[in-house]
Nanobody
Framework: QVQLVESGGGLVQAGGSLKLSCVAS????????MGWHRQAPGKQRELVAR???????AYGDSVKGRFTISRDNAKRTAYLQMNSLKPEDTAVYYC?????WGQGTQVTVSS
């Protein structure tokens, strides 16, 4: 059974940085696309970033140039480095691996 554990969320001032981690267990991690979506109150869930097993990446338009996704297959972990954070980045960030989702971690950016 696949399990994902996220960490790294929190409160940060605008312009600051945070790094999210997502650790997977119970699956063949290396061969699946992994990434994050986010959902703000009253808004639809949207793609933040994803990374394929081969390292190909894709980003949502609103985070391009500010966020970087990476993965360490040996550690079964994906990372999301978030720089130049804006108040509009405030949301619950959900890690996914294939069709499995994590519990979410809150990111709050104060102005």
């Amino acid at each position: 059974q696949v399990q994902l554990v996220e960490s790294g969320g929190g409160l940060v001032q605008a312009g600051g940085s945070l790094k999210l981690s997502c650790v997977a267990s119970g699956t063949v991690f290396s061969f699946r696309t992994m990434g994050w979506h986010r959902q703000a109150p009253g808004k639809q869930r949207e793609l933040v970033a994803r990374i394929s097993s081969g390292g190909n990446t894709a980003y949502g338009d609103s985070v391009k140039g500010r966020f970087t996704i990476s993965r360490d297959n040996a550690k079964r972990t994906a990372y999301l480095q978030m720089n130049s954070l804006k108040p509009e980045d405030t949301a619950v960030y959900y890690c996914f691996l294939g069709d499995t989702w994590g519990q979410g971690t809150q990111v709050t950016v104060s102005s």
